[in-house]
Nanobody
């Protein structure tokens, strides 16, 4: 069982930055592929970024060059650095841990980009 707790969301102006954190429980954190998803108002949940257990990264086209995903296995934490934020990035951001057919989700953290 893995429990995930996100933090770092908030209100930011367009062009600003935020850093999201996702703290995971359990001793096997390092073997999970970790991802960030988001769900905007009236939209389906979508993948934002993923970092595999081998530290391979993949990003949605809409965030490439602006967002960076990283992980610190010693601290059971995955991060999402978000720069040059746009109003379209407004969403609830969810942390995900995946291993084969098993997935875990956090409760989400709200990010609002508005002037």
């Amino acid at each position: 069982q893995v429990q995930l707790v996100e933090s770092g969301g908030g209100l930011v102006q367009p062009g600003g930055s935020l850093r999201l954190s996702c703290a995971g429980s359990g001793r096997l954190f390092s073997i999970f592929d970790m991802g960030w998803y988001r769900q905007g108002p009236g939209k389906q949940r979508e993948l934002v970024a993923v970092i595999t257990r081998f530290n391979m990264r993949n990003y949605a086209d809409s965030v490439k060059g602006r967002f960076t995903i990283s992980r610190d296995n010693a601290k059971n934490t995955v991060f999402l650095q978000m720069n040059s934020l746009e109003p379209e990035d407004t969403a609830v951001y969810y942390c995900n841990a995946a291993l084969d057919a098993t997935t875990y989700w956090g409760q989400g953290t709200q990010v609002t980009v508005s002037s």
